[in-house]
């Protein structure tokens, strides 16, 4: 297991949704998660026409918060 990626509804609002990403710190900086945000972000977007996405990012993750 490389990583894992969802998204879920939120609770303030039907148009948007929340994607949330775990990747395997031994595959950080492989660019899985840029991978997985763009495939969830487009999905959630184009499929079930959601108007937004959340993304909340941990402070202590770094390499998140600069991408």
């Known amino acids: 297991l490389l990583g894992v990626g969802l998204y879920h509804f939120i609770s303030y609002s039907d148009n ?4 949330v990403i775990w990747v395997r ?11 997985l945000l763009k ?3 487009l999905f959630a977007i184009y499929e079930k ?8 990012i941990d402070q202590s993750n770094l390499v ?3 991408n």
Do not use: D, H, P
């Open 49 to 56: 026409k959601f108007r937004f996405v959340e993304l909340l």
């Open 25 to 35: 710190t031994s595959e950080a900086g492989k660019k899985i998660g840029a991978y």
């Open 64 to 66: 998140a918060r600069l």
């Open 16 to 19: 948007g949704c929340q994607v």
């Open 39 to 41: 495939k969830l972000t």
